[in-house]
């Protein structure tokens, strides 16, 4: 099946720095990849649709100057937390859709990114 | 307003039992519905689908049961296994063609006990 990766697989930081992830699709191209967060305990919450080359779209409620996402290539997209503050602190997951013809179920999801922010 | 409605939130079962676990919907342009199986730590692995042309759909064991009328879907997994503790999600989506985001439930924490 589909890989998505995602790197790093945790990240520590101090509260005020930026911190990047990255989520690849490595054996398809992915026209479309979303981003997720997941608290402990809790369900996927959905933050923002990413289109290569276009501007990312956020569900209500998340900041899009907080988390800046970049859809460059039709494998990588980013997501960068900037000013990260504790409450930040979550599970980063990011999903990638797979072109048209990869079955009802073309979207797959990477491992996740722990981030905590100190 | 939560769109995918899951139950129980956790739940133990014994080893060799079935496991059931229930998800309600709202949105009737809902027209996919995974499960997924999520271990601590890991991204969400795709189960097992199904569409709601379909009213069960199995694969090994685990089956899922979807009521159209009622607008409501189950995941069965028959012989439960202590391997099978995990966070399960349902999830809905409109369309087919994975440009549309997944509604995911709460979740339910399966441990399957000795």
């Known amino acids: 099946g589909a890989v998505v990766s995602q790197h790093p697989s945790r990240v520590i930081c101090k509260s005020g720095t930026s911190v990047k992830i990255e989520c690849r699709s490595l054996d398809f191209q992915a026209t479309t990849m979303f981003w997720y967060r997941q608290f402990p305990k809790q369900s996927l919450m959905l933050m923002a649709t990413s289109n290569e080359g276009s501007k990312a779209t956020y569900e209500q409620g998340v900041e899009k100057d907080k988390f800046l996402i970049n859809h460059a290539s039709l494998t990588l997209s980013t997501l960068t937390v900037t000013s990260a503050h504790p409450e930040d602190s979550s599970f980063y997951i990011c999903?990638?859709?797979?072109?048209?013809?990869?079955?009802?179920?073309?979207?797959?999801f990477g491992p996740g990114t722990r981030l905590l922010v100190l | 307003q939560q769109q995918v409605k899951q139950s129980p939130q956790s739940l133990i079962v014994q080893k060799g039992g079935i496991s059931i676990i229930n998800c309600a919907y709202e949105n009737t342009a809902f027209d996919y519905f995974p499960w997924y199986q999520q271990f601590p730590g890991k991204g969400p692995a795709l189960l097992i689908a199904?569409?709601?042309?379909?009213s069960e759909k199995k694969e090994g064991r685990f089956t899922i049961s979807f009521n159209k009328s009622a607008k409501q879907f189950s995941l069965h997994i028959m012989d439960s296994q202590p391997g099978d503790s995990a966070t399960y999600f349902c999830a809905a989506r409109r369309g087919t063609s994975g440009n549309t985001p997944l509604v995911f439930g709460k979740g339910t924490r399966l441990s399957v006990i000795a």
């Open positions: 199904i569409r709601p042309d379909v």
């Open positions: 999903s990638a859709r797979a072109p048209a013809g990869g079955g009802p179920e073309t979207q797959y």
